[in-house]
């Protein structure tokens, strides 16, 4: 689980098509390939509402997809319009910051799987 700080945006920045970068409160900065965000739509046509299970993944999708357009939704998300066409996710800062590209936060994501902070196990979990 992230702090408030750390899922709170100062700047947004989008670079050409080709890429979105969040600074954020804490100071952490993400940049993320558009090709990268696209493939973790978070929409009902990329993930299945009544599953859960991610149907749309990077490698579906095209290698030159652009960020045509990018706007706030309130004050906690982001939307995207896609050069293919896609334009119905909406992805949260809190899915962003855990979906964050850099080395840093996919350790911290790979521990929250795991159950634990760091990558320890959840009390009473295998080691």
């Known amino acids: ?14 670079k050409g098509g ?28 990329c993930v299945s509402e009544t599953t859960g299970v991610r149907m749309v993944f990077e490698e579906h999708v ?4 652009a960020i045509a357009a990018s706007r706030t939704v309130g004050q906690y998300a982001l939307h995207f319009d896609w050069s293919d066409g896609h334009a119905t996710g909406i992805y949260s800062f809190d899915y962003l910051r855990r979906i964050c590209p850099c080395a840093a936060c996919a350790a911290v994501a790979a ?16 080691a």
Request: hydrophobic share 30%; aromatic share 8%; proline share 11%.
């Open 18 to 45: 080709e890429r979105f970068t969040i600074v954020w409160a804490d100071g952490h900065e993400s940049a993320y390939p558009a090709r990268y965000l696209r493939g973790r739509c978070p929409c009902a046509q």
């Open 111 to 126: 521990g929250m799987e795991r159950g634990g902070p760091g990558g320890a196990p959840a009390p009473g979990g295998d």
């Open 1 to 14: 689980m992230f702090t408030a700080e750390q899922t709170t945006p100062t700047a947004l920045r989008k």
């Open 62 to 65: 095209n290698p030159d997809v």
